[in-house]
């Protein structure tokens, strides 16, 4: 499973037990397309952005909707 927690007590649960066991990050410099291809095939809603092993901020899934479809716009004066 994603999550360590299994069937307990949603009420006895910690926060690491329900955080995911992988970590996934990106650089400051990664092309959008190749973010946006790992947050949907890892079906993520955050990304970490690190440099140097830093932290660096938090990639959302609304920020990178709000950049491609911006991008639309102005390639095309419209979006889809």
């Known amino acids: 499973t994603r999550f360590h927690f299994g069937k307990k007590n949603t009420h006895a ?3 690491w037990e329900i955080s995911r066991c992988t970590m996934f990050e990106v650089g400051p ?4 397309d190749e973010i946006a ?3 949907a ?7 970490a952005v690190t440099q140097d092993g830093i932290l660096q901020g938090v990639l959302s899934l609304p920020d990178l909707i709000h950049v491609i479809l911006n991008d639309e716009i102005e390639r095309t ?3 889809a």
Request: charged share 35%; net charge negative.
């Open 13 to 15: 649960v910690q926060a």
């Open 29 to 32: 410099d990664d092309g959008i």
């Open 37 to 39: 291809k790992m947050m």
């Open 41 to 47: 095939d890892n079906k993520l809603d955050y990304i």
């Open 77 to 79: 004066g419209k979006y």
